[in-house]
């Protein structure tokens, strides 16, 4: 079955202590990418990345890190959570097809809490 | 910079009427479009995209979006309304040419009455 995975699903933190979202795809997708999601706000993006060791600014890249050293795995790293940081937190992957088309698919989700 | 807007927080349709939920973008050169949808409790799903050419993009769900370049407008549109609808709606933009950053509007939340 096609998808994205995300662990954990669900975390309590404290200020301060370093932690890492994983996320991995099952489809050979190149482009991978990480959003957050804040009532008022909608949907902004964190990083992306258009393939193995090749990663780019969203708009909100400001306490985060990525690496991509695996097609598969493109994991979000937080060196020192904020209060700030507390969101839901979306992994992404998509497939250019012919004509410019693209099939994404989305992980389940992350809810991340930082005291 | 780019930039959606979603100028509707809640739109409310009645179940078999029309629905449109708006959006417009700004962005330097030609766009690709998209819309997302966010069903409570399901994650997001990925509905549409528009390239180039045709300014009708059909999409999953039978969901449809109409692009209007020189209104800079991508509204999602669907002849008739379920209440299996009823959910979260997003717009984005990135430039095209490639994997670039995309940009999302706040969402549309789409309430159908039965």
């Known amino acids: 079955e096609a998808q994205v995975t995300q662990n954990p699903r669900y975390l309590i933190t404290v200020t301060g202590k370093k932690l890492t979202v994983t996320c991995s795809q099952n489809?050979?997708?190149?482009?991978m990418s990480w959003y957050r999601q804040d009532p008022g706000l909608g949907l902004r993006q964190i990083y992306y990345s258009m393939n193995v060791e090749v990663t780019d600014k969203g708009d909100v890249p400001e306490g985060y890190k990525v690496s991509r050293k695996e097609k598969r795995n493109f994991p979000l790293i937080l060196e020192s959570p904020s209060p700030n940081q507390t969101s839901l937190y979306f992994c992404?992957?998509?497939?250019?097809?012919?004509?410019?088309?693209?099939?994404?698919?989305f992980g389940p989700g992350t809810r991340l809490l930082v005291l | 910079a780019q930039s959606v807007a979603q100028p509707e927080d809640q739109v409310n349709v009645a179940e078999g009427n029309p629905l449109t939920v708006k959006c417009t973008y700004s962005v330097s050169g030609n766009p690709y479009l998209f819309w997302y949808v966010q069903y409570p409790n399901r994650g997001l799903q990925f509905l549409l995209k528009?390239?180039?050419?045709?300014?009708l993009v059909k999409g999953s769900y039978g969901f449809e979006a109409e692009f209007n370049k020189s209104q800079t407008s991508f509204h999602l549109k669907k002849p008739s309304a379920l209440v299996s609808d009823s959910a979260l709606y997003f717009c984005a933009v990135r430039q095209s040419g490639g994997y670039q950053k995309v940009t999302f509007g706040t969402g549309t939340k789409l309430q159908v009455i039965p």
């Open positions: 489809m050979n997708h190149e482009y």
């Open positions: 528009y390239i180039t050419g045709d300014n």
């Open positions: 992404a992957s998509s497939l250019y097809l012919a004509g410019g088309q693209e099939t994404q698919y």
